[in-house]
């Protein structure tokens, strides 16, 4: 009976073994899978540490490398302006920081505009903000300092106005000194009359956010020449003639072959020219020919040194001189001052 019951055992056993052995194949495979798969994810995977300045921390245990769904993943999200820096270190970590961004203030055109940006210069929230400098613009702080939570920045407008205006120009007054005025040294004589000149200024402002902040000249141009004003007035010992002596100066010669001493008196002639046919001028004088020839150089003065002619050149004669009523007589640019003295006692020095 025993046996019987052995027997019948073995063969269900036998039975069963053969029927659960496509299961058992089937959950093995399986099993293979899922551990081979587990195996693949788990070398994908990264650990990624999650942080902001804030001080927020998150670790993300992901195979995804893609900044943005790490973020997601974690929960730390970045915003406007901030910046992200995802750092894949050797095997599998990285990290993923996120700085955040501070507000700067921005004053510009009567407005104020808020940017907000991580780090950056002066220069960098003026583009962040769409503000543009012009040539002559400047900010407050300058465009390469570095700015802060809580900065603020100043953008100064600037703008050149050119205004031109006319000017007068004062006339100078020129003193032709003479000893001519000897007998009255507190005459003067006008030679000619000053007139102003006119010049344009070019006045450039500098306006800075609409208000005049200074102005400079830039430019002078003169439009009409000033006339000087010409006096001629008493001077001791000044010539009347410009002509000059051998040194180049109107001193009193160093050096002469004689000395003649007469009367001298003046006269003045529209002619022109004198009897040598040379021309006439202060520093030309009519003698008598055969005393003191045409061309002669003189240097001729009172014999009481209070009146000087200074140097002339024998270029004319005349009725006088040739009777010998009269050394020399001394030729002036105007009638009246050819009358002015009369009669002079002189001395001639006949200097070549």
Known sequence: MFRIASVKFKKALSSGTRAAAPRVLAFCVMAVSLVFTLAVTAANLRLTYVTDSYGARQLVVSADSDPARVMSLSGIEAEEG??????????SLASLNIERAFTVTIQADGQEYPVKLAFGTVADALERAGITLDADDYTEPALDQLVTAGSNIVVHRVDYQDKVETQAIPYDTQYVYTSLYFRNTG???????????QQAVTTRERWVDGELENSTVVDVTTTVEPTDHVVKTYGVGAPVSPLTGADGTTNAPASYSKVLTGKATGYYSKTGKGSSGLGLGYGTVAVDPDVIPYGTLLYITSTDGRFVYGYAIATDTGIAV???????????????????????QVNVYVVS
């Open 82 to 91: 901030d910046h992200v820096y995802y750092t894949a270190f050797s095997g």
């Open 322 to 344: 040739q009777k010998g009523e009269i050394l020399v007589d001394l030729f002036y640019e105007t009638y009246a001052e050819s009358v002015i003295n009369g009669a002079i």
């Open 187 to 197: 005459r003067a004589t006008t030679l000619q009359h000053g007139a102003e000149g």
